[in-house]
């Protein structure tokens, strides 16, 4: 299979994906996004009116809900138990519900912290690795370095990744060339946060490109989000794959915008981390966040300011007669990002909960829609370490672009979708191809399009 022609990305590192880390003003969208929005709502108004008002209605009570549970809403399972039907029944329900999950124990403790030593000598040998923050640097352009070439081909990450994928399925479009037996490795980063660091202050946001979610070209072309435009969000499936296959999430070839259909992102611990201790934040309130994020932009205020009494009611809340460009929060290339200024019936500061607290060898994995952030500064005593490690089928697109990461590693240049450059050409102690062979056999070097999988003519995602 031919790789998709793409430009190369600029150089850069992960400030590059997100507008408030990159430093630069935010600059306001191309005139043809108003006529976008409304091309999207037109003859539906009053329905997207009353969906709104029903939207706004509902996310009073699963605020207060999460309030109430805080991080223990979110569902956890042991490795050892994902095959076992009586436990997966009840973590399924809450999964497909709040779209995150911790799976304890995937790999044995003392080979995640064997994986965290062996970057650590890596970087040591190879000073010239860039990062960010630079003055104290916390998330590595690292994309080859033992441990992660370890941890991806690890058979057990992989059955993870199959077991986080079979949650998925095609009722819209049965015909969808989707495979979840055939985990496709993802070459991401991966993080080192030391105590005390408030540099890598990452706000709520979602991956997976910003303004491509309202445009017919982007996620358009999968109709994935149009049940919410059409004013029945409470109908609209986040678990539904078949019109993610045809979207497209990197219109503007953004430096670190991901062109890849993700159905997790995800993360595997090497550090014993809490809340508060430079980890992971989340917003459970799922699929009524996403439909709020998406038709935010097409209401505003009728007076008040945020804080102000009454500003958050129904009906204070208006759709625009005339629409403008805004979509709040997007930036061309970058990821969306959210604020309780542009975004404040979600009450961010009590919406946004911290992951339950893990140690080496779990994994954490929340869906591509989630909104999610890093807390703001790391207040624990010990490093915060991860390895970027998302869930990814097997499709037709994910195929082809396997294939130019698969010549990226052998390169030593970050993939397709990261900062181009030198990248770990120059490195030493650079991993090969048996290094992966060694790590997670036949199946780890399928994962990374080292090996072929058996033709198939058809994939078919089959429904949990």
Known sequence: MAATARAPRAEGDISSVFASLSGSAPQPLPDRFADIKTSLIQGREKEITASWQRLLSTLRSEI??????????????????????SRVQPFTRSLKKR??????????????????????????????????????????????????????????????????????HTDSDPAAKISTSHPVSYADRLRIRM????????????????????????????????????????????????????????????????????MFQGWLSMSNTGAGEGTLLVNPLFNLATAYY??????????????????????????????????????????????????????LEKSMVSVPNVKPGDYVAWHCDMIHAVDGIHGGKGDSSVLYIPVCPLTEANARYLVTQREA???????????????????????????????????GLKSMGLKSWEPMLHLQVEKV
């Open 195 to 262: 105590p005390g660091d408030a540099g890598f202050a990452l706000g709520p946001h979602i991956d997976g490109g910003s303004a491509e979610r309202w445009e017919k070209n982007g996620y358009g072309l999968g109709a994935v989000y149009d049940k919410i435009f059409e004013g029945r969000w409470e109908e609209f499936d986040s678990w539904d794959a078949s019109g993610r296959v045809n979207a497209e999430s990197d219109l503007y070839n953004g430096a670190g915008a991901c062109s890849m259909f993700r």
């Open 99 to 168: 779209g995150v999950a911790v799976i304890r124990d995937v790999v044995p403790e003392s080979e995640a912290l064997s994986w965290k030593q062996e970057i650590r000598d890596y970087i040591r040998a190879n000073p010239q690795t860039k990062a960010f923050p630079k003055d104290n640097k916390a998330v590595y352009e690292l994309y080859w370095s033992p441990g992660q070439i370890k941890a991806r081909a690890h058979p057990n990450v992989l059955e993870t990744q199959k077991f986080l994928m079979s949650f998925w």
């Open 294 to 347: 998406l038709l935010r932009p097409f209401f505003s205020p009728k007076m008040g300011d945020v804080g102000k009494s009454g500003f958050l009611e129904t009906e204070n809340w208006e759709l625009d007669p005339v629409q403008s460009t805004a979509l709040q929060g997007a930036t061309l290339g970058c990821a969306q990002e959210l604020t309780t200024a542009l975004h404040p019936h979600l009450e």
């Open 64 to 85: 207060d809900q999460i309030t109430t549970h805080g991080s223990s809403i979110i569902p956890e399972i042991e490795f050892s138990e994902i095959n076992n039907f």
């Open 409 to 443: 590693f052998k390169s030593g240049t970050p993939g397709p979708d990261f900062p181009g450059g030198v990248g770990e050409s120059q490195h030493v102690g650079q991993m090969k191809e048996n290094d992966i062979k060694n790590a997670g056999g036949e199946e």
